[in-house]
Nanobody, 123 residues
Framework: QVQLVESGGGLVQAGGSVRLSCATSNRTSGTYAMGWFRQAPGKEREFVAAISWSGLSTSYADSVKGRFTISRDNVKNTMYLQMNSLKPEDTAVYYC????????????????WGQGTQVTVSS
């Protein structure tokens, strides 16, 4: 069982930056592929970024490519999402997830989820 806890969300102005963290509780979590998803009010949860267990491979949604960077530190059992040049449309609850399918964009491929952290971007 893998437990995930997100942190780092908050209120930021458009054009600003935020770094989200996802801490994992299991010492074997470094063997899991991980991802970030987000869900805005009234919308379905959508893929943001994913990273392989080694951290060497990454994938991004077109809407965040060039602005967001996903990374992980397997010694610290933590994954990150650096979010730059934020836009009001990035406002959502951000979730981290872990699973066995590398770079998957499908929520069904991730059996483990955090509770989410709110990011609000004001215009």
């Amino acid at each position: 069982q893998v437990q995930l806890v997100e942190s780092g969300g908050g209120l930021v102005q458009a054009g600003g930056s935020v770094r989200l963290s996802c801490a994992t509780s299991n010492r074997t979590s470094g063997t899991y592929a991980m991802g970030w998803f987000r869900q805005a009010p009234g919308k379905e949860r959508e893929f943001v970024a994913a990273i392989s267990w080694s951290g060497l491979s990454t994938s991004y949604a077109d809407s965040v490519k060039g602005r967001f960077t996903i990374s992980r530190d397997n010694v610290k059992n933590t994954m990150y999402l650096q979010m730059n040049s934020l836009k009001p449309e990035d406002t959502a609850v951000y979730y981290c997830a872990a699973g066995r399918y590398t770079l998957s964009r499908d929520t069904d491929r991730y059996p483990y989820w955090g509770q989410g952290t709110q990011v609000t971007v004001s215009s």
